[in-house]
């Protein structure tokens, strides 16, 4: 009886050490689950850089578009990067105050209209036209 125990006990030992090596070799190999895990991940960051320069062509492309055939647009963007104004056009630039110990000052005048006219061309740069 004890032979046949101890042969039983061999040959779960023998299957257990092989079950092992082999689960090391597709844990740990060359072609294992870990380099699949971190291959996988590279795929996935280069397909969320795919896309962002995709969409970050496609919003060149609308941009174009509007620069060839919206001249508001091509105003806006001449006013805006080129700091280019319309003949007889005069621009006004105000020193801003200072703000009080309590941190609370109001709008002047001025500083309500730079608002709304920041305002107004954040439209027309979302949807190309004034409002």
């Known amino acids: 009886m004890s032979s046949k125990k101890g042969k039983f006990w061999k040959i779960l030992l023998i299957l257990f050490f092989g079950l092992a090596v082999i689960v090391a070799w597709l844990g740990f190999g060359e072609r294992g689950l870990i380099k699949l895990y971190r291959t996988e991940k590279e795929r996935q960051t280069h397909i969320n850089q795919i896309n962002k320069l995709a969409e970050e062509n496609r919003l060149l492309r609308e941009e174009v578009h509007r620069l060839r055939t919206d001249m508001g647009y091509v105003e806006y963007v001449a006013r805006k990067q080129l700091n280019m104004i319309k003949p007889n056009e ?8 200072r703000i009080s110990d309590n941190g609370v000052r109001p709008l002047t005048q001025i500083e309500q209209h730079d608002r709304k006219t920041e305002k107004s061309e954040r439209e027309v740069r979302q949807n190309g036209e004034p409002r």
């Open 90 to 97: 005069v621009i006004y630039r105000f020193k801003k105050q």
